[in-house]
Structures are given as structure tokens and as C-alpha cells.
């Protein structure tokens, strides 16, 4: 296989260099919890970001051994068949994202570099509160290794996913100054709001309005909770 090239792209700030094995050119950004998110005007399904390993339970710590080439049991990530992402500098932890599609595997590099060749990885755990969250991590990291992809069985929708959508949808239309009303008629069919948004149960209106209340929230705090899993939707 050809190896990737690589480029490298400093931050405004100086404060990251990200390195990716693609041919498009990535514009650094560091914001809040994430460490690192494509420019806005990026297709969400091709949007590339990566959470901060202490806000994102699923994130594996990892040691890179240097390995001989052709060696049993390593990892070439410029041979690992999915796209990489990798931000971080000299003197900080490597931030890995490895991605299939809309599928993804996120480690930190405690020790070593994955970018100079082949590498043993050993890795770091502890504790039980996010182990099963790290275990599923190490199972799709081995899935990868063995068959040079992300297999679907190892990445199950969440059935909660088209409830978070309406709380994205809701904040992103409240931040234009949208109405209770507007935002009902953008997520559901028009004719419904007109015959239900007065009805005499209400039920249109309270619905929306506790959209309007989980996605404040959401957006000020419980987006972490969303990472982890446990957000509750209304």
C-alpha cells in the first residue's frame, strides 16, 4: 500500500499541529471540551473533531513501542486502511482519531509515536466507572487491526440518535431567533402544527418547549453527559 502523505498545518495560535493522512489541507481549532473540529462549513457526515480524552469515556490510553518492520502483532497506522487524524505537539500527548466513514476509534499516545513506522501498543487502564466503554474501544481497535476495517456489528445506532438531532435542530434554530412555532413548523410536517399547535391538549407546544429547555442545557453542560451516553432526552 502507499504511504500517506503528511501535512502538517500550525494552529493561529501555535498551540497544535494536526497531522492528517489526507490530501485536504485541515485548519486547526481548539474549542472548550474539543481539541480539535473541522471548519463549519464542512459536510457534518465528513466532519472530522476529536473529544478531549477526560471528557470522552471511550478514549484509550496507549504506549508506542517501536516495532521492526513486518513484525507480528503491531500497528502501521499508514497501513491501517481508514483515515488519521493526529493533533498534538512536540512536548504535549498525540491525540489519534482513526476513522471509517461516520465510525471512529480515539487514542492518546501517552509514550512513543505512531507516525515513525510500525509499533507495539500497550495499553493503560484503570479504575471500573469507564472500563466497559474502554473495553469496546479495544475491541473495535482489534477488529481494525485483524480486518483493516470498522465492522457495523461493533458500532450499533443509538436509538436515542434522531431525538439528539431535534435538539441540535431546536438550538441551531433558536440561536436565529426562531419562534416556539417556527421551530415546531421546521420539525414537523406544517400541516400538523397548524391543526395541533392550539389543540386543546397542547401536547405540539409542550413538546417543543421541552426541546427548547434540553437543548439550553445541553449546550451548556449536559453536552458531556452526551458523549458518556447518560443525557436524557425529552
Not at 46 to 75: C, E, N, Q, S, Y
Not at 192 to 204: E, I
Amino acid at each position: 500500500m502507499r504511504r500517506p502523505r503528511v501535512r502538517r498545518c500550525r494552529a493561529k495560535t501555535g498551540s497544535a499541529i494536526a497531522w492528517c493522512f489526507s490530501t485536504r489541507r485541515l485548519e486547526v481549532r481548539r474549542t472548550g471540551d474539543c481539541g480539535f473540529h473541522d471548519c463549519v462549513d464542512r459536510d457534518a457526515a465528513r466532519a472530522r473533531f476529536l473529544w478531549r480524552g477526560d471528557v470522552d469515556p471511550g478514549v484509550i490510553t496507549v504506549d508506542a513501542i517501536p516495532a521492526a518492520p513486518g513484525a507480528f502483532d503491531t500497528l502501521d497506522i499508514s497501513k491501517s486502511g481508514v483515515e488519521t487524524l493526529v493533533l498534538g505537539t512536540p512536548a504535549d500527548r498525540a491525540e489519534i482519531l482513526l476513522r471509517d466513514g461516520s465510525r471512529h476509534i480515539r487514542l492518546t499516545v501517552r509514550e512513543g509515536s505512531l507516525l515513525e513506522g510500525p509499533v507495539r501498543l500497550r495499553y493503560a487502564l484503570e479504575g471500573f466507572d469507564d472500563l466497559e466503554r474502554k473495553l469496546l474501544t479495544l475491541r473495535r481497535l482489534a477488529a481494525l487491526w485483524r480486518l483493516g476495517r470498522m465492522p457495523a456489528r461493533l458500532f450499533p445506532r443509538d436509538l436515542r440518535a434522531p431525538r439528539w438531532i431535534e435538539m441540535l435542530r431546536t438550538l441551531d434554530a433558536m440561536r436565529s431567533g426562531a419562534s416556539q412555532r417556527e421551530i415546531a413548523e421546521a420539525l414537523f410536517e406544517p400541516g400538523r402544527v397548524a391543526r395541533d399547535w392550539r389543540a386543546g391538549s397542547d401536547y405540539l407546544r409542550m413538546r417543543i418547549q421541552r426541546l427548547v429547555r434540553a437543548s439550553d442545557r445541553m449546550a451548556r453542560r449536559d453536552y458531556r453527559r452526551l458523549i458518556g451516553g447518560t443525557i436524557a432526552v425529552p
